[in-house]
């Protein structure tokens, strides 16, 4: 069982920048994908960017062009730099870790299938 700790959540003015971190207890990537998920007060949770084993990236439209997402295995983190940040951005933020089960666009839509949660860092965009 891998643990996943988020870090970087911050309260920043719209147009602004901010790095989340996730660091796993142990190499999840081993035939795992990785992801960035948020979820916002009464609103479901929403996929933002997966990566694979091989370095293939997903991102969901609602990011792509703002947010990148990097991985460093040696150190065993998954990295979200998030530019031009917006109000509706705020939420708490998720890393995820599991098998394939399907292809990243899948798996960025549906939440349960991804197997190892963190509990998350807030970023509040005003």
């Known amino acids: 069982h891998v643990q996943l700790v988020e870090s970087g959540g911050d309260s920043v003015q719209a147009g602004g920048s901010l790095t989340l971190s996730c660091r796993a207890s142990?190499?999840?990537?081993?035939?795992?994908?990785m992801a960035w998920f948020r979820q916002a007060p009464g609103k479901e949770r929403e996929g933002l960017a997966a990566v694979d084993r091989r370095g293939q990236i997903q991102y969901s439209e609602s990011v792509e062009g703002r947010f990148t997402v990097s991985r460093d295995r040696a150190n065993k983190t998954l990295d979200l730099q998030m530019n031009n940040l917006k109000p509706e951005d705020t939420a708490m933020y998720f890393c995820?870790?599991?098998?394939?089960?399907?292809?990243?666009?899948?798996?960025?839509?549906?939440?349960?299938?991804?197997?190892?949660w963190g509990q998350g860092t807030q970023v509040t965009v005003s």
């Open positions: 142990a190499d999840p990537l081993p035939g795992n994908n």
């Open positions: 995820a870790s599991g098998p394939p089960t399907g292809t990243l666009a899948t798996m960025l839509r549906k939440p349960q299938l991804w197997l190892n």
